[in-house]
């Protein structure tokens, strides 16, 4: 157990609709990572937050939108689904935002768009 | 866009056989690290790697960074079914805590 927490973990959901994923950080964490993890594309980083403001942005689409709040945890809202975007995404925590500190990763939430 | 090219993609082995798995890029990383995935499970760090030609074990288990800092390798002697996962290399690039990773290698231990 990396002590990351993600809700839920399975999503089923039709095209076109908006899902919201939630993460809550290791105890003390400042930084959520989110990811998402296909078969075709592998695992590939979206974006950052680092003690509720953006720090670093990925592969992230313009359909899919993220925050932290001041408890720490973060939502991952990913709007109009397409078939394309069924894939585990994982949330991932880690004390600071530099390199030198461990990413520790959550159970992942799966979605399926039909 | 820095990317990693991981090999093979899969490999299945019998107990007791020695394997490695390479991780390659054109790109020059800070540190890498290599991570282990179970099915239904998120990653799990097993090392990171920052010094050009740093070498670390972890058991059975032997990382090698390139002197380059662009490739890295995961050796295991005498694998066992409990091996059994997704390995992963995640290179840390120059801006913050990104990590670009490998496609993954899919080791399969036979009892």
């Known amino acids: 157990d990396s002590g990351v927490t993600q809700t839920p973990k399975h999503l089923i959901t039709a095209t076109g609709q908006r899902v919201t994923l939630r993460c809550s950080p290791r105890s003390g964490d400042l930084s959520v990572y989110w990811y998402q993890q296909s078969l075709d594309q592998g695992l590939q980083f979206l974006i950052q937050?680092?003690?509720?403001?953006?720090?670093a942005k990925g592969n992230i689409l313009e359909r899919f939108s993220a925050q932290q709040f001041p408890d720490l945890h973060s939502e991952l809202n990913l709007s109009s689904l397409e078939l394309g975007d069924s894939a585990l995404y994982f949330c991932?925590?880690?004390?600071?935002?530099?390199?030198?500190?461990?990413?520790?990763f959550g159970p992942g939430t799966r979605l399926t768009v039909l | 866009t820095q990317l990693l090219e991981q090999s093979p993609q899969f490999l299945s082995i019998q107990e007791g056989e020695n394997l490695t798995v390479y991780c390659n890029s054109s790109?020059?990383?800070?540190?890498l690290q290599w991570y282990r995935q179970e099915p239904g499970e998120g990653p799990v760090l097993l090392v990171t790697v920052v010094t050009g030609g740093e070498v670390k074990k972890l058991k059975r288990l032997t990382f090698q960074f390139g002197d380059a800092r662009k490739d890295s390798s995961l050796h295991i002697t005498a694998a066992q079914p409990g091996d059994t996962g997704l390995y992963l290399c995640a290179g840390e690039g120059n801006a913050g805590n990104m990590l670009t990773f490998g496609g993954g290698t899919r080791l399969m231990v036979k009892p």
């Open positions: 937050y680092y003690n509720g403001e953006e720090r």
């Open positions: 790109s020059v990383f800070s540190s």
């Open positions: 991932a925590s880690s004390v600071g935002w530099g390199g030198a500190d461990t990413q520790y």
